[in-house]
């Protein structure tokens, strides 16, 4: 485990030191709302669905690359036990130009716990032994276009694969699909 989060935090850090050098680069911000599904993987309990809202902001240096820094509030967990995160992935995807527009994306994400409620997951494991932070590996595909010159909108589609724990001592990860409605405004 402690090679894997070595590993994140030194690609977080290569995409942040690139972002900061693509900062005078038509940047934007947004804001997104919507759906998740969400699974402990690894356990056969229901999955669950729960809500998601949050803001973004990137830059597009490249007509085709796009980099951006997001925070979000998401709902996770599967049968009666609920989740909640304040998630902050950094995310880096390639896509079409034009008026519409259609990319893929990914990158890593941490996610620090807010709430957990519901009774025992598994024998032993309550939400007295949630672990306060989520790494995931979020890969999605997002399309779009522009309302008007400075205005965007999009549609997203996530599957984020939880890279650490849930629970201490447990190997129990969250799953999440995210359906999301991004609308954002260019700036400059």
Known sequence: MRSLTVGSLTVVAVLLAGTSQLAAQTPFVAFSGG?????????????????????????????YVITNLEANWIQKGS???????????LLIGVGTKGDLRVGIYSG???????????????????????NSTEWSWPI???????????????????YSVGLSEVFEASDVT????QFRVYVGRWIG
């Open 140 to 158: 999605g595909v997002q399309a779009g276009g522009n309302i008007d010159p400075a205005t965007f909108f999009a549609l997203d589609v996530r």
């Open 174 to 177: 969250n799953r999440t699909w």
């Open 79 to 89: 049968g009666d036990t609920r989740l909640q995160y304040i998630e902050l992935p």
């Open 35 to 63: 759906a998740t599904l969400s699974e402990f993987d690894g356990v056969d309990i229901d999955s669950k669905w729960g809500m998601t809202a949050g803001g973004v902001v990137g830059f597009r240096p490249l007509g």
């Open 108 to 130: 890593i994400g941490i996610g620090f716990a807010v709430s957990c409620s519901g009774p025992s997951v598994l024998a032993g494991v309550t939400c007295d032994r949630k």
